[in-house]
């Protein structure tokens, strides 16, 4: 029955690569989906002191914000 044993194992080798192949497929997909993600989230950090920004200075009376004005506030 060598022919049966060679047939049995070539298709669990072809299912073990069939596996393996969608393994890395998923997780491709996975790094991909985490980039865009991440991206998505720094812009939104972004939009989110922008708009901080401005609603403080709408409120401050101030249009914009001097560099040394900004690093003295830092130091005190």
Do not use: H, W
Not at 17 to 25: M, P, Q, S
Not at 44 to 52: E, H, I, M, S
Request: positive net charge; contains cysteine; aromatic residues 10%.
């Amino acid at each position: 029955m060598p022919g049966l044993r060679d047939s049995l194992c070539r298709k669990s080798s072809l299912t073990l690569a069939i596996l393996l192949e969608i393994f890395a497929t998923n997780l491709l997909a996975l790094r991909r989906l985490f980039e865009v993600l991440s991206v998505f989230l720094a812009s939104l950090r972004c939009l989110r002191f922008l708009f901080n920004s401005c609603f403080a200075n709408c409120f401050l009376g101030k249009s914009y914000l001097e560099p040394s004005e900004v690093m003295a506030k830092l130091l005190n």
